[in-house]
């Protein structure tokens, strides 16, 4: 039978012995979850103390006993002292969290406050601190008699951002609309909601909607709406045109320093809308018609005759459509001889006729060019451009 030296065996069996604090060479990290944190926000903190697992059997704690205490404080306010646990049995690691509760302020704008500021508990998870909005946060753990450790992590506001989610809308989609405040997370707890206004062109006034926290922690806002071009503005629906340019925008009342508590900046973006309908189709244009002044159809022309330019189009979408009505003549030399235009806006399902005169000063042959666009300063064609050539004896 194989005898194993005793000293051998020690080895194989695991030995165990209750660790004490080293307070000759103290090792205590302390972390946060965040490098700076927001005046409203929860702080998870982490304190890595393998020489106080005093128990391999039990779930530590440490911190909360005047002798070695874990102090959390900001500037005039302190939660002392403050319990931190193991986070598993034997693991050595401590763990504790508390929300920071601000000051009084009112967020919105609407006169009232928004935030109940309180320091109370005292860990691992029932701390409450009050805070300013350009502060710090600092823990310090009395690791041994004369030994204090600390760790400290700036508290700011951050100017807010508000974006599309595109930038370029079709009028039959859905648009999302996303705020980046952290300052707006008012509590980290549950999902935080704030008024976004929303406006277009069309609709200068817009409506207000409600944009909702992604999570509870997370400080980021979003808001969905949809457009309509025959119904009023309501609820999350907004009234915009194709070629619209649509508005969204916020009151930010938590902004950092150089401002002041009672400053706030208005943060705005924009995006535009166009049709789903292909911008050729949007308009349907019918070959002219050339007639007398009592409107007379002409078979001939002849010098120094008013000639009445006919033009009719249709609009076959469900919603308003503005444009511009242009008419060219042409000489046999290609050159310019008269130029008009009519700007308009036709309803939903309307045909309408649009006409101008022109009188011809020389006998020849002419080419008389028709063409709608939507506007004269970023012309976009809303249908096919026409042209039909007369001889004037």
């Known amino acids: 039978m194989l005898v194993l030296p005793l000293i051998f065996l020690m080895f194989l069996s695991p030995v165990f012995a209750e660790q004490v604090?080293?307070?000759?060479?103290?090792?205590?990290?302390?972390?946060?979850?965040?490098?700076?944190?927001?005046?409203?926000?929860?702080?998870?903190?982490?304190?890595?103390?393998?020489?106080?697992?005093?128990?391999?059997?039990?779930?530590?704690?440490?911190?909360?006993?005047?002798?070695?205490?874990?102090?959390?404080?900001?500037?005039?306010?302190?939660?002392?002292?403050?319990?931190?646990?193991?986070?598993?049995?034997?693991?050595?690691?401590?763990?504790?969290?508390?929300?920071?509760?601000?000051?009084?302020?009112?967020?919105?704008?609407?006169?009232?406050?928004?935030?109940?500021?309180?320091?109370?508990?005292?860990?691992?998870?029932?701390?409450?601190?009050?805070?300013?909005?350009?502060?710090?946060?600092?823990?310090?753990?009395?690791?041994?008699?004369?030994?204090?450790?600390?760790?400290?992590?700036?508290?700011?506001w951050t100017i807010g951002k508000i974006q599309f989610s595109e930038e370029n809308y079709l009028s039959d989609k859905t648009a999302s609309i996303r705020v980046i405040d952290p300052d707006l997370n008012l509590n980290?707890?549950?999902?935080?909601?704030?008024?976004?206004?929303?406006?277009?062109?069309?609709?200068?006034?817009?409506?207000?909607?409600?944009?909702?926290?992604?999570?509870?922690?997370s400080g980021v806002f979003v808001a969905t709406i949809s457009f309509t071009q025959n119904l009023s503005s309501s609820g999350n629906r907004l009234f915009a045109l194709p070629g619209d340019t649509i508005f969204a925008k916020y009151d930010d009342y938590t902004i950092p320093k150089p401002y002041s508590t009672s400053d706030n900046l208005e943060i705005k973006t924009f995006a535009n809308v166009d049709s789903s309908i292909p911008t050729l189709k949007r308009l349907q244009s019918l070959p002219i018609v050339l007639s007398d002044t009592f409107g007379n159809v002409l078979a001939s022309f002849s010098t120094s005759d008013q000639i009445q330019i006919v033009g009719t189009i249709s609009n076959q979408q469900n919603f308003k459509q503005k444009f511009v009505y242009l008419f060219q003549v042409k000489d046999e030399n290609n050159s310019v001889v008269s130029i008009s235009w009519i700007q308009g806006e036709i309803s939903e399902n309307q045909k309408l006729d649009v006409s101008q005169s022109w009188i011809p000063k020389k006998t020849g042959t002419y080419t008389i060019e028709t063409y709608v666009w939507n506007s004269l300063i970023h012309t976009s064609p809303l249908s096919p451009s026409l042209s039909t050539s007369i001889f004037v004896k």
């Open 21 to 156: 604090p080293d307070y000759d060479h103290p090792y205590s990290p302390i972390f946060t979850d965040k490098p700076v944190y927001s005046w409203t926000d929860k702080v998870q903190m982490t304190i890595l103390a393998p020489s106080w697992n005093t128990d391999r059997y039990l779930i530590d704690s440490i911190g909360d006993d005047k002798d070695h205490p874990i102090k959390i404080s900001t500037r005039g306010h302190s939660l002392d002292p403050y319990r931190f646990t193991e986070t598993g049995v034997n693991s050595g690691i401590f763990a504790a969290e508390i929300i920071l509760t601000g000051f009084s302020h009112d967020v919105d704008g609407d006169g009232s406050i928004d935030t109940t500021p309180r320091t109370t508990g005292n860990g691992p998870t029932s701390g409450f601190l009050e805070t300013d909005s350009d502060s710090a946060i600092t823990i310090s753990f009395e690791f041994a008699d004369g030994v204090v450790l600390t760790e400290s992590v700036p508290i700011q």
């Open 188 to 217: 980290p707890e549950s999902l935080d909601h704030i008024p976004i206004q929303i406006s277009s062109n069309s609709d200068v006034s817009g409506v207000e909607v409600d944009a909702i926290e992604t999570s509870e922690r």
